[in-house]
C-alpha cells in the first residue's frame, strides 16, 4: 500500500511494472451463469419491487426467472394511506394472476420481494410454501428485512428505526436464520419522507451478495439473524418523540452553531489505533481561532515538521489548503497558503509518497473532479492527471492492494456521507475503472473515508468516519477482507471517539500516518459570528461548506 513512509508490510508501489491487464483482472475467468428466481405477488406488484427485479437483471452473467407466488393480506388503514401517495409503492397489475410453484427447477437462490408466509421458520415449523421454495434453492431463500424481521413488502418495515432518527437499516436474511449483507442508510426522522431511500437501496442490497455468487461460487460467513422485539405503541411513541427531538437539536445547532476543529498529534504510529485508545493522548496544536479553523492534516512523506491541512474561512465558507510547519516541540512556527491555485473549495489534501515523489489528491469535488498532483521540491503543486471527472468526490484516499492502485471516496451524489465508493488503475495516472458494485457500501457508521489506510499484521486496515451521531463524530477502523475490482468487503474492529473531558469533545474524523507519528483532528460547536452573520447575509440556513458538510 502507499503510506507517508514505506513499511515493510506494505506492497511496493512499483510492484504493478510488466504486469499485463490480464494478469489484473483475474476475478474475470472465474464469472458464471447465476440463476435467481424473483418472487413477487400473484396479482400485482410495486414499483419498488419491479425496479429491483430490473436491476438484478442487468447484473452481466445473472440470470433471472420472476415467480408468482401467494402471499398474506396485509391490508391496513393507517399504512394504505401512505401507500397511495408514495410513488415507489405504485400497483401495478401482473401479467398473469396464476400461482407459480418451483416444480423441479433449482436455482442457485430465491429472493423473496413478495412476502411469503414464513411462520415458523427458526422454531422447526414451516409452511409448506416456504418449504417448497427452499429446496428449489441451493443458497436459500433470501428476504429483504428491518431489524425486527418485518419484510420489506410488509407494513412500516423500518419505521422503528427511521422515527427515532437512528436512521435507515435493511438486512439481506437467508431462511430467517442468517445475514447476508445490510445497509445502513442517514433518514430523516419525518418517516414518509424516507420512503424513496428505503425501497431504493434493494439494489444495492441485493448486488453485493449476487456478484459473491457470480464470481466466487459461496457466500461469506455470515452472521446469525436475531430479530429485534418489536416495540411497543407506547415505545414507538417515545421513540417517535426522540427522533424529533434530535432532528431539531440538529437544525439547530446547524443554524446558530458552528464547527470549530483542531489539528493534533499522537506519539504513536497509525497502526496502535487498532488495540489501544488514544483519543486522550492527542496534543493539539495551535489556537482555536475565531475567522478560521484547521481540519484535515497530512504529514509530508519523510518530513517531520511539516505538514498540510485545510484551513476553513468563517467569513466566506470556503476551504484552502495551508502549509504548516512545526519546531522541535511541535509548536506552529509557519503557516501560508498552499502554493495551489484554484478558487474553489478545497480540503483532504491526501498526500503519500511514489517513486520518490511526494503526491497529493485534495478534495475538488465542487469541480467534479480528482485531481492527481505532484508536490516539488519548492512547495508548487503541479498537476498530474485526473483521476476522476464528473464525479463529486469527497475525501479520495489513495492506497495499494495486491498490485492495483485503490481510490476510495464518498460520492456526493449518492449521499454526504453514507457511502463508500472504489475505482482501481494499473497505472497511478490511470486509467481508472470503476468497481462493479458502486458503491460498494452503504452504512452512515462507517464509509465516508477519514485518512490513510495502512497495513498492520499483514492485514489492509481502512480508517472511516462514523457519522450515526453527526457528521465527523467519531472514527471506525475497518478490517478489509476482500478487495478485487468485482468483490468488496471489510469489518469494522474498532471505533475510536473523541475524549469527552478534552478540549475537541464533540467529533474526530480524520487519522492520517505520519511515520511513526499520527496526525488528527478534533471537533467543539462554538458561537461564531462570523459564520453567522454569512449566512444571515446569505439568507441561508444552510451547514457550512467546509469539514461540516
Not at 83 to 89: G, K, Q, S, V, Y
Not at 208 to 236: D, W
Not at 299 to 318: A, K, M, S
Not at 450 to 475: E, K, M, N, W
Amino acid at each position: 500500500m502507499i503510506d507517508s513512509e514505506a513499511t515493510p508490510a506494505s506492497a511496493p508501489a512499483d510492484s504493478l511494472v510488466g504486469q499485463r491487464p490480464d494478469q489484473l483482472d483475474v476475478d474475470s475467468v472465474r464469472t458464471r451463469v447465476v440463476r435467481i428466481a424473483v418472487l413477487l405477488p400473484a396479482d400485482r406488484h410495486r414499483a419498488w419491487q419491479k425496479q429491483a427485479r430490473a436491476d438484478l437483471g442487468s447484473i452481466p452473467g445473472v440470470q433471472v426467472d420472476v415467480r408468482r407466488v401467494r402471499v398474506p393480506d396485509r391490508y391496513r388503514p393507517d399504512w394504505s394511506r401512505l401507500e397511495r401517495a408514495t410513488a415507489i409503492l405504485t400497483e401495478t397489475p401482473a401479467p398473469s394472476a396464476d400461482l407459480q410453484s418451483p416444480g423441479d427447477s433449482r436455482w442457485d437462490a430465491v429472493i423473496d420481494l413478495a412476502g411469503i408466509d414464513s411462520s415458523g421458520v427458526g422454531q422447526g415449523g414451516e409452511c409448506e410454501q416456504w418449504s417448497a421454495w427452499r429446496a428449489a434453492s441451493r443458497h436459500g431463500v433470501w428476504q429483504p428485512l428491518d431489524a425486527q424481521g418485518i419484510h420489506l413488502a410488509a407494513a412500516w418495515p423500518c419505521h422503528a428505526a427511521i422515527s427515532a432518527g437512528l436512521g435507515g437499516e435493511l438486512l439481506l436474511v437467508r431462511d430467517r436464520a442468517c445475514v447476508l449483507d445490510a445497509v445502513r442508510f442517514f433518514a430523516d426522522p419525518d418517516y414518509p419522507r424516507s420512503f424513496q431511500r428505503l425501497y431504493g437501496e434493494v439494489a444495492t442490497l441485493l448486488r453485493g451478495v449476487v456478484q459473491e455468487l457470480i464470481v466466487a461460487a459461496a457466500l461469506s460467513t455470515t452472521t446469525a439473524f436475531v430479530p429485534l422485539p418489536s416495540p411497543t405503541p407506547l415505545r414507538r411513541a417515545v421513540l417517535g418523540l426522540r427522533g424529533k427531538a434530535l432532528a431539531w437539536r440538529r437544525r439547530l445547532v446547524a443554524r446558530w452553531l458552528s464547527e470549530s476543529w483542531m489539528i493534533g498529534v499522537i506519539d504513536a504510529p497509525i497502526q496502535e489505533l487498532i488495540e489501544t485508545p488514544l483519543a486522550s493522548k492527542i496534543r493539539w496544536l495551535g489556537r482555536r481561532g475565531s475567522t478560521h479553523y484547521r481540519a484535515d492534516p497530512f504529514g509530508i512523506p519523510g518530513d517531520r515538521h511539516r505538514l498540510y491541512c485545510e484551513v476553513y474561512d468563517y467569513r466566506d465558507g470556503l476551504g484552502r489548503i495551508e502549509a504548516i510547519e512545526l519546531d522541535r516541540g511541535d509548536r506552529i512556527v509557519q503557516a501560508e497558503p498552499a502554493r495551489l491555485h484554484s478558487s474553489t473549495h478545497l480540503s483532504y489534501p491526501y498526500l503519500f509518497a511514489h517513486d520518490g515523489a511526494v503526491y497529493a489528491i485534495p478534495e475538488t469535488s465542487a469541480n467534479r473532479r480528482c485531481e492527481l498532483y505532484r508536490i516539488e521540491a519548492d512547495g508548487e503543486w503541479r498537476p498530474v492527471a485526473v483521476l476522476l471527472d464528473g464525479i463529486a468526490a469527497a475525501d479520495a484516499s489513495l492506497f495499494v492492494h495486491e498490485g492495483r492502485f485503490w481510490l476510495a471516496y464518498t460520492d456526493l451524489g449518492l449521499g454526504a456521507f453514507d457511502n463508500l465508493c472504489l475505482s482501481y488503475a494499473a497505472d497511478l495516472s490511470g486509467p481508472w475503472h470503476p468497481h462493479a458494485l458502486h458503491p460498494v457500501k452503504l452504512d452512515h457508521c462507517s464509509s465516508r473515508p477519514a485518512g490513510t489506510p495502512f497495513v498492520h499484521g499483514g492485514t489492509l486496515y481502512r480508517p472511516a468516519q462514523d457519522c450515526s451521531d453527526g457528521y465527523g463524530a467519531a472514527i471506525a477502523i475497518n478490517r478489509i477482507e476482500v478487495c478485487t475490482p468485482q468483490r468488496y468487503r471489510e469489518q469494522v474492529v474498532r471505533r475510536c471517539r473523541p475524549d469527552p473531558r478534552g478540549p475537541n469533545p464533540h467529533g474526530l474524523h480524520t487519522v492520517s500516518s505520519w511515520g511513526e507519528r499520527t496526525l488528527v483532528d478534533g471537533k467543539r460547536y462554538v458561537f461564531n459570528l462570523h459564520e453567522l452573520g454569512r449566512k444571515l447575509r446569505c439568507r441561508g440556513w444552510r451547514l457550512p461548506s467546509g469539514a461540516g458538510e
